[in-house]
């Protein structure tokens, strides 16, 4: 169950995803590595506690060491002030208009899913590149946290597995491990 | 109860304040508007571990600040653009306990002495206020030495032909150097240059109680999560193992009070709002080229100088795919560099006179890796094909690069001032941008970049390209903003009140009682990042108060 869209949302998201980051060979693409959830729970960050903005340190127990990413950091007034803002829009509240008005992410996603059509799902592949070029601004934004979801550190949602960074030949997060003189410079 | 100081700032210039005062038994209060992810909050001279290794976190969620919804910046390119053409990020240094020096890379070069005497040495330069400083290298030899030492620097003494004197070795030898930079470095020497170990602020051994670097790769923009980067956490937890110092993070410096001659305290603005005024004997910013003068802005200071003179360092970056796997994300991020682009040769004093110039200057070339994944997935297509590319990894696994710091010269009209009308989340007024780059950093620029994609096809490079930051010509936003991440020279040092902010000893003309101790004061802006020669600084100006 999606974080913060509807369920008819989260199909149109992972379809459109699909379509920026196809699978590939042994690859994963993107719904397949989970890069819808990654996306829904940053427009949910404030549905948990702490909100999932910042993952924990300084080890994801990937490589050693404990799995501290899976705490994520608490949030200051400012850090959930500038947060709300930028994922809930400034809603008119004065204490986020100090510079005008915000649109916040949550507006951007619903409007820009709706727009591909509630049909998105149903339509071929053809139709649904044909209508992400349609919305350049908000393909641009799906298209950067699709990337975000897809290579970053799995404990944000995305990268399942980490199966996106063996995709790429990406060793991904090595701490506490790191790498010995002679990987460095003789690898 | 009226502390001795008060410092603005916990980054590689107040840290070594912090360091030097503390030390002299001087009681301190750091005033950081970041938040403290560096050091334990129930013992602060422990580390904290808040630093990973997530490109997320520390490349696309501002966890090392600022913000820019909370803490805008603007930025316009000249008067005529209007009030600003843009709000949002300028060349953000971070806005954290530690400042610059936790998402640096750890390279932390000296300047030569020819850096404290260009208009001596070289003379003016149309359109440019070229000046000396009003100290020269020899003068800082000995605080160089001392902040080396503080912070823990690694390198290699002799590798550089053209290195300034030294008094004493390097604290550290130099680490293991990174596959690609050997093979960089190989080519440069073959084309006549002259690479060497960067001198690093990276622990290749244990030292001062903080491990060796373990080669993880996540070091720019990155916190660095074992702490072998010493800069500035080593003075830090010095600082506060003294039981003389104070840290009050999240915290606002709003105004420097000023009474006659004397500073009397600064206004605070708390991590819940709350305003308060804190006394203190001396008052010291150390904010760094962009908050520094904006705080004094603030204060109502009016000398016509302050924020005058914005210097960033012009790169031109070049990078060459390599059909050979480069290894650029496993190591200390930066190992080797050279000079021979600052220092000049006959071809570019003949390409300085053909552009009319009477002279130019390069900047320090850094070897360097390719990006991560996260970024470089952003700048590949989407579609059918994304996942292929990025399996190919063109600029990431088979990618080396250079990186030019040009000296940037010090120009009237690149400035900071108040905005007229953005604020802050706190209601202030932000700091406004006015930049563009000149001609001799173009000139330089287009100079050097074809040079640097010699070395790169000497290395094999199937390809290579070159761009700039800022970007050159038409760039639009927000290429025309630059992103080297180090700022300098809004609040000139000098002798002369009516041409310099700060006096040779760090303090604000007419003021007994405020020091500058960052970046701000630098006169020129050599081709070196400022992070070592701040710190020097800082720490000769902490001295002469004590």
């Given at each position: 169950m999606p974080a913060w869209l509807t369920d008819a949302e989260f199909a149109v998201l992972s379809a459109a995803c699909d379509r920026l980051i196809p699978p590939f060979d042994a690859g994963p693409g993107a719904s397949e590595a989970g890069v819808p959830e990654y996306i829904d729970r940053l427009l949910?960050?404030?549905?948990?506690d702490p909100p999932r903005i910042w993952a924990g340190g300084p080890?994801?127990?990937?490589?050693?060491?404990?799995?501290?990413?899976?705490?994520f950091h608490r949030l200051t007034a400012l850090d959930e002030l500038a947060w709300r803002m930028r994922i809930?829009?400034?809603?008119?509240?004065p204490e986020r208009e100090f510079n005008g008005p915000v649109v916040g992410l949550q507006q951007r996603y619903r409007e820009g899913l709706s727009a591909l059509g509630p049909d998105f799902t149903e339509v071929d592949e053809a139709e649904q590149v044909a209508r992400l070029r349609a919305h350049p601004e908000f393909t641009e934004l799906l298209y950067g946290h699709s990337c975000e979801g897809m290579y970053?550190?799995?404990?944000?949602?995305?990268?399942r597995d980490g199966r996106a960074w063996v995709a790429i030949g990406f060793d991904g997060d090595?701490?506490?491990r790191g790498w010995t003189d002679e990987e460095v410079s003789n690898p | 109860m009226t502390v001795d100081a008060v410092i603005v700032g916990s980054g590689p210039g107040g840290a070594t304040v912090a360091d030097v005062l503390t030390a002299a038994g001087w009681s301190v209060v750091i005033v950081e508007k970041g938040r403290n992810h560096?050091?334990?909050?129930?013992?602060?001279s422990q580390p904290a571990?808040?630093?990973?290794?997530?490109e997320i976190k520390f490349?696309?969620?501002y966890f090392l600040g600022p913000d820019p919804l909370i803490e805008p910046r603007t930025f316009r390119s000249?008067?005529?653009?209007?009030?600003?053409?843009h709000v949002g990020e300028f060349n953000s240094v971070p806005t954290t306990v530690g400042g610059g020096g936790v998402h640096a890379d750890g390279k932390v070069p000296r300047f030569r002495p020819d850096d404290f005497r260009l208009l001596s040495q070289f003379g003016p330069q149309p359109g440019a206020d070229v000046a000396d400083w009003p100290l020269d290298y020899d003068e800082l030899e000995p605080y160089y030495a001392e902040v080396e030492r503080a912070i823990g620097v690694a390198g290699t003494e002799?590798?550089?032909?053209?290195a300034a004197p030294r008094s004493g070795p390097f604290p550290m030898p130099s680490g293991a150097p990174m596959f690609g930079a050997i093979r960089s470095s190989e080519a440069a020497e073959k084309l006549g240059y002259h690479p060497y170990p960067a001198p690093s602020a990276v622990n290749s051994v244990p030292y001062d109680s903080r491990p060796a670097?373990?080669?993880?790769?996540?070091?720019a923009f990155f916190g660095c999560p074992i702490h072998a980067k010493g800069d500035p956490i080593a003075m830090l937890q010095r600082t506060m193992g003294t039981g003389r110092a104070e840290l009050l993070a999240?915290?606002?410096?709003?105004r420097v009070r000023i009474e006659g001659r004397r500073a009397t305290g600064v206004d605070l603005v708390g991590p819940d709002g709350t305003e308060r005024f804190l006394p203190a004997r001396h008052v010291v910013v150390a904010a760094g080229a962009i908050e520094t003068p904006r705080l004094l802005l603030l204060s109502g200071?009016?000398?016509?100088?302050?924020?005058?003179?914005l210097m960033t360092h012009f790169q031109t970056i070049t990078a060459g795919s390599m059909?050979?796997?480069?290894?650029?994300?496993?190591?200390?991020?930066?190992t080797h560099v050279h000079d021979d682009m600052i220092v000049g040769d006959e071809a570019s004093r003949a390409a300085a006179a053909e552009a009319g110039l009477p002279w130019m200057r390069g900047g320090l070339v850094e070897h360097s890796g390719g990006g991560l994944p996260i970024m470089e997935a952003k700048h590949m297509p989407w579609g059918e094909h994304h996942t292929e590319i990025m399996a190919s990894s063109p600029i990431r696994r088979g990618l080396w690069a250079f990186i030019m710091q040009g000296e940037d010269l010090p120009y009237a009209t690149n400035r900071v001032d108040l905005d007229p009308a953005v604020k802050d989340a706190r209601g202030f007024p932000v700091a406004r941008v006015t930049y563009k780059p000149g001609k001799h950093e173009l000139v330089a620029s287009a100079h050097y970049s074809p040079r640097l994609m010699a070395i790169l096809d000497e290395m094999g490079a199937q390809w290579t390209a070159g761009t700039t930051?800022?970007?050159?010509?038409?760039?639009s936003l927000p290429e025309a903003i630059?992103?080297?991440r180090h700022n300098m020279g809004t609040v000139r040092m000098g002798p002369d009140p009516a041409t310099s902010?700060?006096?040779?000893?760090?303090?604000?003309?007419?003021?007994?009682n405020v020091v500058i101790a960052d970046s701000?004061?630098?006169?020129t802006s050599a081709g070196y990042g400022p992070t070592l020669t701040l710190a020097a600084l800082a720490a000769r100006a902490a001295h002469l108060l004590v």
């Open positions: 949910g960050a404030f549905t948990f080890t994801s127990g990937r490589y050693g060491g404990e799995a501290a990413f899976t705490t809930e829009g400034s809603q008119g509240r970053g550190a799995p404990e944000y949602g995305g990268n090595v701490q506490p | 560096l050091l334990d909050p129930d013992q602060l571990f808040d630093y990973s290794n997530d490349h696309n969620r000249q008067e005529e653009d209007g009030d600003r053409l002799g590798s550089n032909p053209f670097c373990n080669n993880c790769g996540f070091c999240e915290t606002f410096v709003s200071l009016d000398h016509p100088l302050i924020g005058r003179y059909p050979y796997r480069t290894y650029g994300e496993r190591g200390r991020a930066v930051s800022p970007g050159t010509g038409n760039a630059p992103e080297s902010v700060v006096d040779p000893q760090g303090r604000i003309h007419d003021l007994d701000s004061v630098f006169v």
